[in-house]
């Protein structure tokens, strides 16, 4: 019989794959033209976003990942982040498990991003 999984032992599975980054790491990545993918919900994405950051919610990322333009390159640097880091660490393994090898993710996702000093992006039509 298998032992089921928690989501702790999802995580720490997935922690042994995934190459985690700071902000400033993040930001090094982008000013060398990594893609910023962003796995959260559409609804958390319009609130804010790293600059440049594309919106595949993390439980369509599998079905998403073979027609996407961000992810047509398999060699392309990709930097992954949600909120506070779960999904991305998720995401950023599958996409690993899925022949992406420059993956790397956001550690403490956009509430780290946000609550230092770097710019976020917003849908435009959110305040009018």
């Known amino acids: 019989m298998t032992t089921a999984m928690t989501?702790?032992?999802f995580l720490a599975e997935?922690?042994?794959?995934?190459?985690?980054?700071?902000a400033e790491m993040a930001q090094q990545m982008m000013d060398s033209g990594a893609r910023v993918l962003d796995v959260r919900e559409p609804a958390e994405f319009m609130?804010?976003?790293?600059?440049?950051?594309?919106?595949?919610p993390r439980g369509v990322l599998e079905f998403?990942?073979?027609?996407?333009?961000?992810?047509?390159?398999?060699?392309?640097?990709?930097?992954?982040?949600?909120?506070?880091?779960g999904r991305?660490?998720?995401?950023?393994?599958t996409l690993k498990r899925m022949g992406y090898d420059q993956v790397k993710m956001l550690v403490g996702g956009f509430d780290a991003w946000a609550g230092s000093v770097h710019k976020v992006e917003s849908d435009p039509g959110l305040y009018r």
């Open 7 to 9: 989501k702790d032992d």
């Open 14 to 22: 997935a922690q042994a794959s995934v190459t985690p980054v700071d």
């Open 47 to 56: 609130m804010g976003h790293l600059p440049g950051a594309e919106n595949i």
């Open 64 to 85: 998403k990942a073979a027609d996407h333009p961000l992810l047509a390159d398999r060699n392309a640097q990709i930097l992954l982040y949600c909120k506070n880091g």
């Open 88 to 93: 991305s660490t998720l995401a950023a393994h």
